[in-house]
């Protein structure tokens, strides 16, 4: 069975740095392309970042350059390093599973970060 | 930078048809995928590639693609299908994913 679970949420101050992971299972991180989808509290989903089977990555321009994703082949865990959070990076976080095609075939239940002083 | 558009929402009495746009200029060159999100609730993916159901997704649910605009179509909606709709897609370089606002599904 597929799953996703991630953690490392929390609440951090503006400026601050926080990591989440995405521990799966059921499947290999490192043959999908997987992503990070985040939506802010009342709004919609907001791409974050992919990256890719063969380790290519991409960003949404709102977090390009503070936001960095990456894996643990390993662990199968997938990673978001968030460096000089903002107000506006406050949502709930999501993991995703996608290939060429298929779409967000699979989610995690989320994990809330919250940035305030 | 790429947008998808969607009406902020649809209403249909039980029984009807619920048509959900989404209207981006590289749709002609990308796949278009739908997620339905409850509250409290992950999306979850029912149409993939403009228009293929994952197994699981009722028979009601089905996607076209015209142009620039695809649609979500839920036809006999139910109670149930009240929810949120999102359309998702990719720029023209198709590395980069998008979201588009979503859609408020109300069942009258």
């Known amino acids: 069975e597929v799953q996703l679970v991630e953690s490392g949420g929390g609440l951090v101050q503006p400026g601050g740095s926080l990591r989440l992971s995405c521990a799966a299972s059921g499947f290999t991180v490192s043959s999908n392309y997987m992503s990070w989808v985040r939506q802010a509290p009342g709004k919609g989903l907001e791409w974050v970042s992919v990256i890719y089977s063969g380790g290519s990555t991409y960003y949404a321009d709102s977090v390009k350059g503070r936001f960095t994703i990456s894996r643990d082949n390993s662990k199968n865990t997938l990673y978001l390093q968030m460096n000089s959070l903002r107000a506006e990076d406050t949502a709930v976080y999501y993991c995703a599973r996608s290939n060429s095609g298929s779409g967000f075939d699979y989610w995690g239940q989320g994990t809330l970060v919250t940035v305030s002083s | 930078s790429y947008e998808l558009t969607q009406p902020p929402s649809v209403s249909v009495s039980p029984g009807q048809t619920a048509r959900i746009t989404c209207s981006g200029d590289?749709?002609?060159?990308?796949?278009a995928y739908w997620y339905q999100q409850k509250p409290g609730q992950a999306p979850v993916l029912v149409i993939y590639k403009d228009s293929e159901r994952p197994s699981g997704i009722p028979e009601r649910f089905s996607g076209s693609s015209s142009g620039t605009t695809v649609t979500l179509t839920i036809s006999g909606v139910q109670a149930e299908d009240e929810a949120d709709y999102y359309c998702?897609?990719?720029?023209?370089?198709?590395?980069?994913?998008?979201f588009g606002g979503g859609t408020k599904l109300t069942v009258l």
């Open positions: 998702q897609s990719a720029d023209s370089s198709g590395t980069i994913r998008v």
């Open positions: 590289a749709l002609p060159k990308q796949y």
